[in-house]
């Protein structure tokens, strides 16, 4: 393998291939800094447009703010007086609405006095048809409404028993520890 590199003309072949190499690495590098370098400028070019339109932008949008607030400042006397007109308008119509409501309230006040009172003959005369029909039912049916009847007894004798029981049972509990009390205070 060494015998070929000692050959003159293969050294200096594959020299000037390593050089070739070498050069055409550093041109692809610079080829490549330069691109990056061309959209660099591009970019900050682009840049540069753009802030300067958006300080322009500004720059008007202040101006035309500090002319408003100029305007409004020599006209404040104006605006004042505006101001305070529009505010009497105001508290003329709520005025002019709170009155025209209040009439109208007063007009009506009769109609509603009628209405209040039909309604009330309206509850009452439901609650006599009520009480009527409840009658009726129990005139239509009367086995119906004597066993309920005769349940209700039953249930009111029932708990009246049970009540006369507890309490029964309740004297005669308290009665044994009084006697146990009593015992035991004796001895």
Not at 139 to 148: D, G, I, K, L, V
């Amino acid at each position: 393998a060494m015998s070929r590199w000692r050959t003159p003309t293969e050294c200096n072949a594959f020299t000037a291939w390593v050089e070739y190499v070498d050069m055409r690495r550093i041109e692809v590098r610079e080829e490549a800094q330069e691109q990056a370098k061309s959209r660099m400028l591009e970019n900050a070019g682009e840049e540069q447009a753009r802030l300067a339109e958006e300080a322009e932008k500004m720059a008007k949008l202040r101006v035309e703010q500090s002319k408003r607030v100029v305007r409004r400042m020599l006209h404040i006397q104006k605006a004042t007086a505006f101001d305070s007109f529009a505010n009497r308008c105001r508290e003329s119509k709520e005025a002019k609405a709170t009155c025209q409501r209040v009439i109208k309230r007063m007009m009506h006040r009769e109609l509603s006095m009628a209405f209040d009172t039909f309604m009330g003959a309206v509850k009452v005369l439901r609650q006599h048809r009520h009480a009527v029909e409840k009658a009726m039912a129990r005139w239509r049916t009367p086995t119906e409404s004597n066993a309920f009847e005769a349940w209700a007894e039953f249930v009111a004798v029932r708990q009246g028993e049970v009540r006369e029981e507890a309490q029964d049972k309740a004297m005669e509990m308290m009665k044994a520890e009084a006697d146990t009390e009593q015992t035991r205070l004796q001895d």
